[in-house]
Each structure stands twice: as C-alpha cells, then as structure tokens.
C-alpha cells in the first residue's frame, strides 16, 4: 500500500489525532509524511503502509533476505502522531546504518539473536552498535521532528523506551535460521537493570544528536535524500486536503484500528464494550 492510499482510508486512532489535532497541525503531519516517505525512497527503499507492520517484520526476519528493500512502517491506525514517528526512527537507522544493504546493514536477526559464528563470549561487543543505533533511532524521532518538521505535537514511538539487548539475562527469544538465541535482560521481569541501561544508552544518544554539527549534517543528509526521492515518486494530492479530512467509519469487519489485525468487533470494539463508532462524513475542523 502506498502513503496515498492509506491517507485516503484514514480511520479514528486510539490516540485521537483528529480531534486533538487541528487541521492546520494534521496538514503539516501530511508534509512531513511526504518528505519522509521521500527519504525512504532517496535511500532506495520502498516503505510500505498496510496496517500490520509488526507481522510484516517478522515475516521479512525469516526470510534474511539480502536484496530486501521493503520497508514496514506503520503499526497501528494512527496516521500523525505514530506514523510520522515510526517513519523518522526508520530514517535515522538509515542515517546511521548501511543504506546499500537491507534493513539498513542490520542483520536480520538481531536484536534477540546474534550469528551462530559469534563466540558467547563476543556477544555483548557484537550487540554494542546495534544498541546505539536503536538509542539514536529512538531518541531522535523527537529532535528530528523538531528540526525539520517543526512538530511540537508528541510522536509516539512502539514503547516509553528503545529495544535493547543487553547480555547476562535468562529472557529467550527464538531468532531466524542462521541466529542464536541471546540470553538477555527482559524490561518486565528485569525493569530496573534494563531501564537503567537504556537510560543511559538513550542520555548519551540523545547529547551526540543535539550537537550542532551532528544535527546539520543529519538535516542536510535527510534534504538530499528526499530530493532524490521526489525524482522517483509520483505526484502527491495537495496535504491540505488529507489534512482536512474526517477519519472514515470504522466498521465491525475492519481490522482493528489498534493494529492488532484481528476483526474490530474482535478486539477493542469488545474491551470497550460497545460497537465500531459512526463518524460524520465531511471536514474534520
């Protein structure tokens, strides 16, 4: 699916972008979806927007494929303050990663798992890129927002803190063919050793964005490669008038809006005790 598309069937989200978003702000969340999928395409990767990302991944994990290009972007309903945020953290993976290989130069694998050919005892080393970028990928979202967007709305991310993998656990998580299983620290059952880990993780990420020379070289790579990929894209409505527009009826039959991919009346049409809600047709305000 493309942006398009999916801006053309927007629904209610559970965060209520279109009643605590006025159209002016939700305008300005379209542009940034334009520059941003344009990012993604400059960096020769095609973001795709059906609902169900997470399912996506998982599947695009145990292919490994090498020449993938594909990229999974939106989990969930929310077209503002959810999708735009998941589509910067993709971006800044770019900007710190290998753009000439699928996903970014990250193995496919990781982060639950690490190449059966590293030693347990390489583990934590092998893992210590990969747990910087996710730093930088989490924290940046709301720095790069700010600079290039001027989003002042919050962006919403999977979880109140990055996806880490820190050694010396009992957590378990079966990887794709090729990967083993690392023993890690799980944020449930381990909340304040990982939390502490990943605070500092994310304290550190976040002073080397907020540089100046940092931040300008990031913006600069980002205008380039958006750029380039307006060259490849095809012309795009005027923002305004998905920015005006009402979310669509979401029916019983539809996949959830929470993203669950379970039938709305399944889901939380059930939690919440009544049906799918009827909103009006028209301009949202």
């Known amino acids: 699916m493309l942006l398009v598309e999916a801006l053309a069937k927007q629904r ?47 599947q695009a994990q145990q292919r ?22 998941s589509l910067l953290h993709e971006i800044l993976h770019a900007l710190h990663g290998d753009v000439t290989q ?11 798992g690490v190449p059966e050919d590293i030693a347990p005892t390489d583990e934590e080393s092998y893992l210590a890129p990969f747990n910087e970028s996710e730093a930088r990928a989490f924290v940046g979202v709301w720095i790069l927002g700010k600079e290039l967007f001027d989003i ?12 880490y993998v820190f050694t010396a656990g009992n957590a378990l998580v079966s990887p794709p063919k090729g990967f083993r299983p690392v023993a890690h ?16 993780l994310e304290d550190e990420a976040r002073a080397e964005l907020m540089r100046p020379d ?6 600069s790579r980002v205008h380039a490669a958006a750029e ?19 979310p669509k009826r979401t029916l019983s039959t539809d996949p959830c809006t929470c993203g669950s991919a379970r039938p709305y009346k399944d889901c939380c049409a059930r939690t919440a005790g009544h049906a799918a809600p009827v909103v009006s047709s028209g301009l949202a305000r």
């Open 102 to 112: 699928a996903n970014y130069g990250i193995p496919f694998g990781l982060p639950y």
């Open 152 to 163: 002042d709305w919050n962006l919403r991310t999977a979880r109140d803190v990055g996806t």
């Open 228 to 246: 380039e990929g307006r060259t490849r894209g095809k012309k795009r409505p005027p923002a305004r008038d998905f920015g005006r527009m009402a």
């Open 64 to 85: 490994c494929d090498p020449e993938g290009r594909v990229v999974a972007v939106r989990f969930g309903e929310c077209m503002y303050k959810r999708l735009v945020g």
């Open 12 to 58: 209610a989200c559970a965060c209520d972008c279109h009643r605590k978003l006025d159209s002016d702000e939700r305008t300005r969340g379209v542009e940034a979806l334009y520059v941003c999928d344009d990012v993604l395409r400059g960096f020769g990767y095609e973001p795709t927007y059906e609902l169900h990302g997470d399912a996506l991944f998982r």
């Open 214 to 219: 940092m931040l300008a070289t990031l913006v």
């Open 185 to 200: 620290l799980d944020r449930q059952h381990h909340e304040q050793r990982y939390y502490t880990r990943a605070r500092k």
